[in-house]
């Protein structure tokens, strides 16, 4: 069973920062892709920023030169660091572990989520 508990939301003015965490345990297949999504009331959610086990980056474009995510794989541990937030950023963050076990078979596990608010 693999489990995802995230940490670090909070509330942040315009501008600030935060960095949020997500700590993977259980049966963890070595070659996997861990990643932040995001999701806000009435919207579907949305990738943010994944980081492959080679270490391979993907972020949204609302995102990039603001959010920048790392992993420590030895930890199972998955950062992202959000600089210059701004309003729109508001939403519920979830952490991903895609598991890809073959070209037929894959996973996709999920946290609980965590709220970032960025309010004056």
């Given amino acids: 069973q693999v489990q995802l508990v995230e940490s670090g939301g909070g509330l942040v003015q315009p501008g ?6 997500c700590a993977a345990s259980g049966d963890i297949f070595s070659i996997n892709t861990m990643g932040w999504y995001r999701q806000t009331p009435g919207k ?4 943010v920023a994944t980081v492959t086990s080679g270490g391979s980056t993907n972020y949204a474009d609302s995102v990039k030169g603001r959010f920048t995510i790392s992993r420590d794989t030895a930890k199972n541990t ?6 210059t937030l701004k309003p729109e950023d508001t939403a519920v ?8 076990y073959n070209e037929m078979v894959q996973e996709d596990f999920w946290g609980k989520g965590t709220l970032v ?4």
């Fill in 117 to 120: 608010t960025v309010s004056p």
């Fill in 44 to 47: 579907q959610r949305e990738l």
């Fill in 16 to 21: 600030g920062s935060l960095r949020l965490s």
């Fill in 78 to 83: 998955v950062y992202l660091q959000m600089n």
């Fill in 93 to 100: 963050y979830y952490c991903n572990l895609h598991i890809p």
